[in-house]
T-cell receptor, first 114, second 109 residues
Framework: GAVVSQHPSRVICKSGTSVKIECRSLDFQATTMFWYRQFPKQSLMLMATSNEGSKATYEQGVEKDKFLINHASLTLSTLTVTSAHPEDSSFYIC??????????FGPGTRLTVL | DAKTTQPNSMESNEEEPVHLPCNHSTISGTDYIHWYRQLPSQGPEYVIHGLTSNVNNRMASLAIAEDRKSSTLILHRATLRDAAVYYCILSPTGNQFYFGTGTSLTVIP
């Protein structure tokens, strides 16, 4: 199957700083990618749809100014958590697909905000 | 988006078949039934998907009720590596997913 990578796998930052998470499709091109957040012992929650060359669309309740998404190429989407606070600590996961049938998920990025 | 209902947890003995149920009584005609699984601290992994007919692949089988209001994921021979949270998701597009709570499968050696 297709491969999606994320970088970094883990990041620890101080409160008030910004953190960028990269999501790459390694062997396919993705015009659309998706970002999810998962808190401990909870399910994945869709945050936003990342569209190559245009603005991301955010799910209700997700602050677009706090979670900046850039999809500058067909193989790279980035999520920047701005002015991170401890409540933003979570597991962030991206996905992309070759077709509309199947999504390939990245391994996730564990963010800890101190 | 149509909602799915799954048992919170299930147990299976190693090397025995496992039937994971999913109820989706409000499914629409265009919704595909997708199954993904997630191991701890990893991203979800595709298992199988279908629309109306039963489906088989190397990982599992998907049995879909005739009225499409329920489906069952079948792991033919559970191994310890199959221990995971299994998510049943409805989506007409197969890309944008709203995950439910899933079923945590424990495989007993």
């Amino acid at each position: 199957g297709a491969v999606v990578s994320q970088h970094p796998s883990r990041v620890i930052c101080k409160s008030g700083t910004s953190v960028k998470i990269e999501c790459r499709s390694l062997d396919f091109q993705a015009t659309t990618m998706f970002w999810y957040r998962q808190f401990p012992k909870q399910s994945l929650m869709l945050m936003a749809t990342s569209n190559e060359g245009s603005k991301a669309t955010y799910e209700q309740g997700v602050e677009k100014d706090k979670f900046l998404i850039n999809h500058a190429s067909l193989t790279l989407s980035t999520l920047t958590v701005t002015s991170a606070h401890p409540e933003d600590s979570s597991f962030y996961i991206c996905s992309g697909g070759v077709s509309t049938d199947t999504q390939y998920f990245g391994p996730g990025t564990r963010l800890t905000v101190l | 988006d149509a909602k799915t209902t799954q048992p919170n947890s299930m147990e299976s003995n190693e090397e025995e078949p496992v039937h994971l149920p999913c109820n989706h009584s409000t499914i629409s005609g265009t919704d595909y039934i997708h199954w993904y699984r997630q191991l701890p601290s990893q991203g979800p992994e595709y298992v199988i998907h279908g629309l109306t007919s039963n489906v088989n692949n190397r990982m599992a089988s998907l049995a879909i009720a005739e009225d499409r209001k329920s489906s069952t994921l079948i792991l033919h021979r559970a191994t310890l590596r199959d221990a995971a949270v299994y998510y049943c998701i409805l989506s007409p597009t197969g890309n944008q997913f709203y995950f439910g709570t899933g079923t945590s499968l424990t495989v007993i050696p």
